[in-house]
């Protein structure tokens, strides 16, 4: 029980950092439909990641909370841990029911969170700090994965132009990567991703209205991908010009449309 417990913290915390895989997105979404146990747990972590976003903006800052509050929740989970044994040893008879173990290792995770806020609440953004948000949640969500492999077919050099474009974005020579993925033609099946990826290098290098344009081009092709991508990044790129209106049309259909990203859209629009 205290394996899946932990393997449910684990999954659940790296969904909220957003380095989970596709798979493992799935397996999410469904878990979220069958265990209510399961979607019980992402909730209340959820809550409490919320109030970590909200108290605050610098990432070096929100990572050295985090680190923080792991070690803070560490300790006392093993201080329950230790009191269970004890607990079993001398009443053999005794069950510690999972359930309240949960209850108190989240009680104990709040109270570590207001611990830690009250010495850093000062440096939280505030609902009118859209350009911060912005860069915020980028940062969060700005993941490069590599497209996939060459097959020896005809689109061979497109998928390279691909793969290489996402490389040089990693190495922040945005300038390159856009230049890459202009090879790219229009009928290609993985169009929407150049797309995306020159509006992320656009953003990037300040060009914020560019980089919305070229999210409305994938946003135009209707049923040919990417289209979850287009919305989160565009919505965060109005967010950065402080068009917050906009910004909001396109968080509430990620929202709506139940994609994967809709929990994270839900902690920005309450923040806007």
């Known amino acids: 029980m205290q394996n899946t417990i932990d393997q449910d913290l684990n999954l659940i915390e790296r969904y909220f950092e957003s380095t989970l895989s596709l798979a493992e997105l799935d397996l999410v979404s469904k878990r979220l439909e069958n265990d209510p146990v399961f979607k019980e747990r992402l909730e209340r ?92 949640y980028w940062n969060q969500t700005d993941k490069i994965k590599p497209h996939g492999e060459r097959s020896g077919g005809e689109a061979d050099q497109f998928l390279g132009l691909l793969n290489e474009a996402g490389t040089a974005y990693q190495e922040q020579n945005f300038q390159k990567a856009y230049d890459l993925l202009e090879k790219i033609p229009e009928d290609y099946e993985m169009y929407h991703r150049a797309m995306i990826l020159q509006g992320k290098s656009l953003f990037q290098e300040g060009k914020i209205r560019e980089a919305i344009g070229k999210f409305d081009v994938v946003l135009d092709r209707r049923g040919k991908g990417g289209r979850e991508q287009a919305l989160w990044f565009q919505a965060l790129a109005y967010l950065k010009l402080d068009e917050g209106k906009q910004a909001e049309e396109n968080l509430k259909i990620i929202v709506a449309e139940k994609y994967p990203l809709a929990r994270k859209a839900k902690e920005v629009l309450e923040l806007i």
């Open 45 to 136: 972590y959820e809550q409490i990641h919320i109030n970590v976003n909200n108290l605050l903006s610098d990432v070096s800052e929100k990572e050295e909370m985090k680190a923080n509050w792991k070690a803070m929740l560490q300790q006392e989970k093993r201080k329950q841990e230790e009191k269970a044994r004890q607990e079993a040893q001398s009443k053999p008879e005794a069950k510690v029911r999972s359930g309240n173990f949960r209850k108190y290792l989240l009680a104990a995770a709040s109270v570590a969170l207001l611990v830690l806020a009250f010495g850093i609440w000062q440096f939280g953004f505030t609902k009118n700090d859209a350009t911060e948000m912005a860069t915020h």
